[in-house]
């Protein structure tokens, strides 16, 4: 019974396989796949919503909202992030405008805090993903201000 039962499976096992070597296309070279673009898809999947898909920020981000609190800011190079240095991108990022300015401003709450949602890894990519969209003068320049 169980060398039946091997028999038949080694008989689908060969119908299984002899399937793949008989593909109705010719078989072509797979393309590479694409290198993961990590901060990319981070700022995708937890900035975009309120930063943007393409990183403008709000409309009118310079008018605060009614209750006082500020609007999402552009990151790209019309915003001022590119005016901070590495350690503010990173705090504010971390700490979120509660963090940075303390609950009773009035630009409390309006961004939230990535510590403990994004390693320190994830919020580099996202970081860089964010700089890569600058030119290369401005990236410069902001790099200038870490030394
Ligand atoms: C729920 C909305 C919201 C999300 C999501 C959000 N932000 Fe923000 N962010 C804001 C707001 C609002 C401000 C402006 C707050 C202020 O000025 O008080 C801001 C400001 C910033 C600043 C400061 C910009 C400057 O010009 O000084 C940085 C940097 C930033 N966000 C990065 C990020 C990153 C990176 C992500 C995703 C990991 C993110 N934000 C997700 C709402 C958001």
Redesign the pocket.
Known sequence: MRLYFSALICLALGALSGASVAPERPLMVEPAPPVPLAGQT??AD??A???GDDLGGAVNWRTPNADG?????P?NVL???WR?PDAD?IA??KLG?AGI?GDESP?SG???A?QGV?SDAE?GA??DY?KSTWPEGVRAAQQRLNR
């Open positions: 981070l700022y937890h900035c919503s309120c930063h609190s500020r609007k999402p800011r990151l915003g001022t992030a901070r991108l504010y990022t405008s300015f630009g309006a961004m939230p990535f994004l919020i996202v970081l964010i």
